[in-house]
């Protein structure tokens, strides 16, 4: 059974950063691409940030190119999603997510597994 759990979020205020943690469980963490996606009150789960396996490769929504950026240490099982120049529509659960072998990339229906979500608030 693989575990993932977050932390690091928080409150912030605009233009500020954060840095969120995903430990994983499980020795083959470091074979899957992981996830970000985030999700507000009444709206669907929306793709954050990816990165394969090996870490060469990451890949971004529009809404946060060139201010967030994932990586991951292999070594600790952990995916971290480092965040700056935050705003106020950046305010949404974020969820870490186990890519499927297969698949694309940007939909929640090509991951299997969750955490539990760390909530970030940016403040005006």
């Known amino acids: 059974q693989v575990q993932l759990v977050e932390s690091g979020g928080g409150l912030v205020q605009a233009g500020g950063s954060l840095r969120l943690s995903c430990a994983a469980s499980g020795r083959t963490f470091s074979s899957y691409a992981m996830g970000w996606f985030r999700q507000g009150p009444g709206k669907e789960r929306e793709f954050v940030a990816a990165?394969?396996?090996?870490?060469?490769?990451?890949y971004y929504a529009d809404s946060v190119k060139g201010r967030f950026t994932i990586s991951r240490d292999n070594a600790k099982n952990t995916v971290y999603l480092q965040m700056n120049s935050l705003k106020p529509e950046d305010t949404n659960v974020y969820y870490c997510?186990?890519?499927?072998?297969?698949?694309?990339?940007?939909?929640?229906?090509?991951?299997?597994?969750w955490g539990q979500g760390t909530q970030v608030t940016v403040s005006l």
């Open positions: 997510a186990r890519k499927l072998y297969t698949g694309g990339l940007y939909s929640v229906y090509d991951y299997d597994y």
């Open positions: 990165i394969r396996w090996s870490g060469g490769s990451t």
